[in-house]
């Protein structure tokens, strides 16, 4: 008998495909779970049930009349709450948007259509995708599958929760300082941020022009690389986009690392981590060592740098989005944003002007030195064990809480100013018993190549294929078939 939510992205399409199981079935069983733990972890912010039997029963039509099927066909999603389905809500987990229904379809969200995936709902987000733990003041607070008090990361909480608790075979997430990357690590799943500008940003609420990235969160780096091939690619709608052809990320993945150099920075990265999540790293690399590639330790350049101008730039566009509700909703905003953002109009336009023409020389100096050694470079997603909700909750938390919440996407940020591609998968479990992520990053467009590594490593190792507790604490029910 097989669990059907249990199966990956992959399976899941391969299973419809092949008439091993109906679209119809796979929505119930991803349905039965969501009732049985969204009340425990509040991963979902509405529910698009009707709509959903409706797609399912035509992806079902579809495959009995022998019609061509797309590479996704039949398989139901639900993504973080900021990707616009026109008519349909995105409240981008905030109380100004709270009923807003855009006149316009996200690209990203076109192209999974295309290729025969639909939506079921809307999930939990931080406000405006603007912290990195999973608070939120209006829907509440997402809670982590695997030990409920702790951080789901953020801003894509409910994506990484979903995904995690077998609600959801794959949502989309966004990424500007690792909001794809953070829930990924802290839930346990697979998450890529691929390279800027590699995915269409039209129809998705933005964050911030420099920095923002469209990436999916998924359970295996196979189905990451199923969902690039279909959202990759230039689009006329959003004229950031890259023009780059975009390679068969699938077919990349072969488990082979012969020869691919591993480099582990020895400065930044690593400052002041927790012994289980360094721990945790070093078996990983054993584990590529294994399969061929060569682990090397190297300094990295221009890191004090980086991290000063990815949070100048992401403050100051974010304030800049935000103004005209800055000045007339301030009111409506959480305390945490509001003290991230008005302190963002006191930066000199100087500042912000020399972050961003020092990104292209810094970036090309970064690559020339690092990615002339190394292939790829490993490290953890996040440096310490995972904190509780209510040690990063800055609204409501004692003094120094805000150190706490700002280290949890420390690892993450510099890539968002480099503009790399990086993928967080789970390497293990920290003493609360919550995962631990590990982060692969390559030079611009090597997504292949960091998502190859992230597979070779699923293939050793199966820290991807474990279920959170909470399935079994809520007494979710498989729904299966022979």
Not at 81 to 87: E, I, K, L
Not at 214 to 239: F, K, S
Request: aromatic share 6%.
């Amino acid at each position: 008998m097989t669990d059907l939510a249990n199966l990956t992205l992959v399976q899941a399409a391969d299973a419809v495909r092949n008439g091993e199981a109906t679209s119809v079935e796979l929505l119930h069983a991803l349905l039965a779970n969501l009732d049985a733990v969204n009340p425990r972890i509040n991963a979902m912010i509405w529910l698009d049930q009707e709509g959903a039997e409706d797609a399912a029963r035509a992806a079902d039509r579809t495959v009995r009349e022998k019609a061509s099927l797309g590479p996704l066909h039949g398989v139901p999603m639900a993504h973080k709450d900021m990707y616009y389905q026109a008519g349909k809500l995105a409240t981008c987990g905030s109380a100004l948007r709270r009923d807003f229904r855009p006149k316009v379809t996200a690209t990203v969200m076109a192209k999974l259509n295309q290729a025969g995936a639909y939506a079921f709902g809307g999930l939990n987000m931080a406000e405006f995708a603007q912290n990195p733990t999973g608070h939120n003041r209006t829907f509440g607070d997402c809670h982590n599958p695997w030990n409920l008090p702790y951080i789901t990361g953020g801003s894509s909480s409910g994506s990484g929760a979903t995904v995690a608790a077998r609600c959801n075979y794959m949502a989309l997430g966004s990424d500007t300082g690792g909001s794809i990357r953070l829930p990924a690590a802290a839930c346990g799943v697979t998450g890529i941020k691929p390279t800027q500008t590699r995915v269409s940003r039209y129809g998705v609420m933005p964050l911030s022009f420099s920095a923002d990235n469209v990436g999916p969160l998924c359970r295996t780096a196979q189905d990451c690389a199923r969902i690039l091939n279909v959202i990759a690619g230039h689009d006329p709608r959003d004229p950031t986009s890259s023009h780059l052809p975009v390679p068969d990320y699938e077919a990349a993945l072969d488990g082979d690392l012969r020869g691919v150099r591993v480099g582990v920075p020895t400065t930044y990265f690593l400052d002041a981590p927790d012994a289980p999540v360094v721990a945790a790293m070093e078996t990983a690399l054993e584990v590529l060592a294994g399969r061929g590639a060569v682990v090397q330790r190297i300094p990295l350049p221009l890191m004090e740098a980086v991290s000063t101008y990815v949070g100048i730039i992401s403050r100051v566009e974010a304030a800049t989005i935000h103004a005209q509700w800055m000045r007339t909703s301030a009111q409506d905003y959480g305390g945490a944003i509001s003290g991230r953002m008005y302190p963002a109009y006191a930066i000199p336009a100087t500042y912000y002007i020399e972050a961003l023409s020092r990104r292209g020389p810094i970036l090309r100096a970064f690559a020339a030195e690092v990615f002339g050694k190394v292939d790829v470079l490993v490290m953890p997603t996040i440096r310490t064990n995972l904190p509780l909700l209510s040690e990063t909750d800055v609204e409501r938390g004692p003094p120094g809480t805000e150190h706490k919440f700002l280290a949890v996407s420390a690892n993450t940020r510099p890539f968002n100013y480099l503009g790399l591609p990086a993928v967080s998968v789970n390497c293990g479990f920290d003493p609360n018993g919550c995962p631990i992520g590990l982060q692969i990053a390559g030079r611009p467009f090597a997504e292949a190549r960091v998502l190859k590594v992230a597979d070779a490593f699923q293939r050793d190792t199966d820290f991807h294929a474990l279920r959170p507790p909470v399935l079994d604490a809520a007494g979710a029910s498989a729904v299966t078939v022979a």
